[in-house]
């Protein structure tokens, strides 16, 4: 399907992280540079890759991960949603688990939180969701919020494994 053009904004496209649990597996389809993060006890990591001129230079080693903080790139995105006729978004899947936490979010909230921060946030707040999500918020917020902030936040409680449906059987033929 070919989106319906806005000439008065050339160029203007979104972003997007997408996320299906099903089967305790979770795919995750992105273009652009919204994230999806996991904590898994300790461990807090980024799942999706930027789809960004920032990190095609991380990448070849243009710049550092010091100099990207402060780089004047951060919202040239070379993947959107609306600028092509068509896109080719990223999709990836993993296995979750019971006590998985994930984060999808905006650049909004990790262009003005570092992501260790975020990692220490999601430990300390994981047991309260809804408390966690508002304080990323505004910790994005009280260091400048530049951007529009979106966080959504999808704890795994436990086991939700199920026979395949017609609809898996489906998602497999396409991949």
Known sequence: MRPKANHSMPGMGTTLVFAWFYDNLLSVAHVGDSRLYRLRGENFEQLTRDHSLLQEQLDSGMITAEEARFSQNKN?????????????????????????????????????VEDEEIGLTLQALGSNLALAADQLVQMANDNGGRDNVSVILVKIRGDYSAPQSCWHKLLALLK
């Open 76 to 112: 040239l995105v070379t993947r959107a949603l609306g600028v092509d006729p068509v896109v080719e978004p990223e999709i990836h899947d993993h296995i979750a688990k019971a006590g998985d936490i994930y984060l999808l979010c905006s650049d909004g909230l990790n262009d003005m």
